[in-house]
């Protein structure tokens, strides 16, 4: 049953495969007569937004939508059968709300067995009571929704898993020009977001191939560039952690990469792994004899910093024994 609050403005709109459709919502569960709010996207700080025909895990949602006007506001009751899954949506909705932003509008991919099987949920807490009542003791619901806007599926970003292989293809060279703009412009973090997000997609792209299989291979070796790109984006922000994993990740398929070699020389001298750093720096000096000087003066710098260390840990052992043994003085 539907009831219109507010009746908006226009036609319905066109709701085509794809399309996204941005709404707030309150959840209502009526309990002896006294209306109890389960769930209020405007406190929860975020709009649901729903991928029209993409099988979204509460059907009825989409049903209930296509109704609206944008601008409208209606309250909907529906029958228990048909929300079985509001907890598990629910559940998703809170966690995407309560993060740093990046809501999945459908949570596609994470249509676990739990959230098909009611009875599996019985036997384990999904980690919120009122939603933990509602599967032991399933109700009707209402629903109080606003459709705020419908926006047809050229006119967004899409996400990565809404793309065809051939779309995140072009996503990843688009992503690595952006990174590489970025980075000339000295914007290493803003690069190396460009540059994860292309590794990401690479990945789901990898994840469709047999390991081993041509594809797979060329896929793989697509990701050299990026990690070695986003190497020197680390080394720049002072996280050397990171830089010695992305250049582990090139040595690990291009062995004989000249730039990951000297990168991760220089990741393991700030970190202070001192004789990992001098074997980096003499590989990247046996692929390429051009480094030599650079590799000469940057051991140098190596020995500095491993007698600097060694001192200050001496001064430090010093200083400990010099404690004890005046407390030991004392005593006496």
Same mark, same amino acid.
Not at 48 to 68: A, D, H, N, R, Y
């Given at each position: 049953?539907?009831?219109?609050?507010?009746?908006?403005?226009?036609?319905?709109?066109?709701?085509?495969?794809?399309?996204?459709?941005?709404?707030?919502?309150?959840?209502?569960?009526?309990?002896?007569?006294?209306?109890?709010?389960?769930?209020?996207?405007?406190?929860?700080?975020?709009?649901?937004?729903?991928?029209?025909?993409?099988?979204?895990?509460?059907?009825?949602?989409?049903?209930?939508?296509?109704?609206?006007?944008?601008?409208?506001?209606?309250?909907?009751?529906?029958?228990?059968?048909?929300?079985?899954?509001?907890?598990?949506?629910?559940?998703?909705?809170?966690?995407?709300?309560?993060?740093?932003?990046?809501?999945?509008?459908?949570?596609?991919?994470?249509?676990?067995?739990?959230?098909?099987?009611?009875?599996?949920?019985?036997?384990?807490?999904?980690?919120?009571?009122?939603?933990?009542?509602?599967?032991?003791?399933?109700?009707?619901?209402?629903?109080?929704?606003?459709?705020?806007?419908?926006?047809?599926?050229?006119?967004? @970003? $899409? #996400?990565?898993?809404?793309?065809?292989?051939? %779309?995140?293809? =072009?996503?990843?060279?688009? !992503?690595?020009? +952006?990174?590489?703009?970025?980075?000339?412009?000295?914007?290493?973090?803003?690069?190396?977001?460009?540059?994860?997000?292309?590794?990401?997609?690479?990945?789901?792209?990898?994840?469709?191939?047999?390991?081993?299989?041509?594809?797979?291979?060329?896929?793989?070796?697509?990701?050299?560039?990026?990690?070695?790109?986003?190497?020197?984006?680390?080394?720049?922000?002072?996280?050397?952690?990171?830089?010695?994993?992305?250049?582990?990740?090139?040595?690990?398929?291009?062995?004989?990469?000249?730039?990951?070699?000297?990168?991760?020389?220089?990741?393991?001298?700030?970190?202070?792994?001192?004789?990992?750093?001098?074997?980096?720096?003499?590989?990247?000096?046996?692929?390429?004899?051009?480094?030599?000087?650079?590799?000469?003066?940057?051991?140098?710098?190596? @020995? $500095? #910093?491993?007698?600097?260390?060694?001192?200050? %840990?001496?001064? =430090?052992?010093?200083?400990? !024994?010099?404690? +004890?043994?005046?407390?030991?003085?004392?005593?006496?």
């Amino acid at each position: 049953m539907k009831g219109i609050i507010y009746p908006g403005k226009g036609e319905i709109p066109e709701f085509s495969l794809d399309s996204k459709a941005i709404f707030h919502f309150q959840t209502i569960r009526i309990i002896n007569g006294e209306e109890k709010i389960i769930d209020d996207s405007r406190k929860l700080g975020k709009p649901m937004e729903l991928l029209i025909g993409k099988k979204f895990k509460l059907e009825i949602w989409e049903s209930l939508v296509k109704t609206m006007r944008i601008g409208e506001v209606a309250r909907f009751h529906c029958r228990a059968a048909t929300v079985l899954n509001y907890p598990f949506v629910s559940k998703q909705f809170r966690k995407f709300a309560s993060n740093s932003g990046n809501q999945r509008e459908n949570d596609h991919g994470d249509h676990s067995h739990e959230s098909h099987c009611c009875g599996m949920a019985l036997q384990k807490s999904i980690g919120h009571d009122d939603l933990d009542e509602l599967i032991k003791s399933p109700s009707d619901l209402d629903f109080i929704i606003e459709l705020i806007d419908v926006i047809s599926h050229d006119n967004y @970003e $899409k #996400e990565i898993w809404q793309m065809s292989s051939e %779309e995140q293809l =072009k996503q990843t060279k688009e !992503l690595k020009e +952006k990174g590489n703009q970025a980075f000339r412009l000295n914007n290493y973090q803003e690069a190396s977001n460009f540059y994860e997000k292309a590794l990401a997609i690479l990945e789901q792209l990898i994840l469709k191939e047999k390991p081993g299989d041509e594809e797979w291979i060329s896929l793989d070796k697509m990701r050299i560039p990026f990690y070695s790109n986003l190497a020197q984006c680390k080394l720049n922000l002072s996280d050397y952690y990171g830089a010695k994993r992305a250049c582990d990740e090139v040595i690990n398929r291009e062995p004989t990469n000249v730039k990951a070699w000297f990168r991760r020389g220089k990741a393991n001298l700030e970190i202070g792994e001192f004789d990992l750093a001098v074997g980096d720096f003499d590989k990247s000096a046996i692929l390429d004899p051009n480094l030599q000087q650079s590799v000469s003066k940057l051991k140098v710098t190596v @020995e $500095k #910093e491993r007698k600097a260390t060694i001192d200050s %840990e001496r001064s =430090k052992f010093a200083g400990k !024994l010099f404690g +004890k043994s005046t407390i030991t003085k004392t005593e006496i």
